[in-house]
């Protein structure tokens, strides 16, 4: 026990009661609680079990991770005639994810480690502040913290093989979701004193999944991105430039959507077609067409003879702003005019001159 710095000289620390101690000697470390709560929710978030795990904690884990349903999950991949068989949840990301809620928990709170099982889902959460600041900063440096909350219990569970202290547990969590093809591990740090880490068990985009298999050479960095793009989560300003200048990504913030070099890769062309923008061109002869047959229009006829065609990526507004922008680019070019109103409110759009394709 001493050599495995569970104990000290020989007698019990508060590090042996968590990890090996008796239920009963929980009371020993009062007011700090050694304690895991499971708790199962239906598709309602109703709860409808729920079971509370006590010391000795290198037992629990098992003990929890036996009360999750890890039921088999099948996809299929594109070219296959039978279907990828995994387990929702890989029992190393889910033991991993346990056993550093117990080695991070801020015990000087006395509140409870908790796991929370959904339909596709669970969500671990521990109470402390997330000391290293942000989880790609742990991946991006991969090396040992510089400071731990609870050194002597960190130091214990290596030496009885639960976690490693070179820094690259978190690291080995994203690329193993990455090679299953699944979500990327989703760490909520809102709270300033409680880490959130859910792990989904389920395909979210189809899209995305089918590219992971297609492009296995991209990096970690641009897949926990392009994660964050198909669960519609905020881009940096920094992994915006860099997917756009990969032209990984299409759209505009925060109507993101997976570009013609994925899709083409991943066999999603005709979705991608559906939801990119046409060129200017293709919509300007539309207005054309429409003047030629009708001899004028007004702003409402040439929002319903676009609207509906005009990417799925942008919104309602944005869809607007972008038909104004088309129209005054025609007018600036002298290709339409408006009559009858001001700046083209209450208007009527008529051609000017004839409209050449090339025209911008």
Known sequence: M?????????????????????????????PACARITWVLRDAKAMEQDYRHFGPPLIL????????????TYRYMPDGSLFPNEVTKYDPWVMRE??????????????????????????????????????????????????????????????????????GSGIKRMFVTQRQRNFPMPDYDLSEPQRVKLCIIGRVIDERYTRMLIALPDLDLFEVIALDKVQKRKHLTDQEFKS????????????????????????????????????????????????????????????????????SDALDSGQKKNFIMNLLQEMRRAETLKPIGGKRGKGAKWVLHKPFSEGQT
């Open 2 to 30: 001493n050599k495995a710095k569970v104990c000290i000289g020989g007698k019990i620390t508060r590090t042996a009661i968590v990890l090996l101690g008796n239920t009963e000697a929980e009371h020993y470390l009062s």
């Open 60 to 71: 629990a884990v098992n003990e929890v991770f036996a009360k999750i349903r890890n039921l």
């Open 97 to 166: 994810s346990l056993h550093n809620c117990i080695a991070h928990q801020d015990y000087t709170q006395g509140g409870h480690i908790n796991v929370v099982e959904e339909q596709d889902s669970v969500l671990f959460t521990n109470l402390g502040e997330f000391l290293p600041g942000s989880v790609e900063e742990v991946i991006r440096r991969d090396a040992p913290p510089e400071l731990y909350r609870n050194r002597f219990l960190a130091d214990a569970m290596v030496n009885l093989n639960m976690i490693d202290t070179i």
């Open 243 to 310: 997917l756009k200048t990969r032209r990984l990504i299409e759209g505009r913030r925060p109507n993101l959507f997976v570009s013609a070099q994925v899709a083409a890769a991943t066999e999603t062309k005709a979705d991608y077609i559906r939801k990119r923008a046409f060129d200017k061109a293709h919509f300007k002869q539309m207005i054309v067409a429409y003047l030629e047959k009708f001899g004028e229009a007004k702003r409402m006829d040439i929002d319903k003879l676009l609207l509906s065609k005009i």
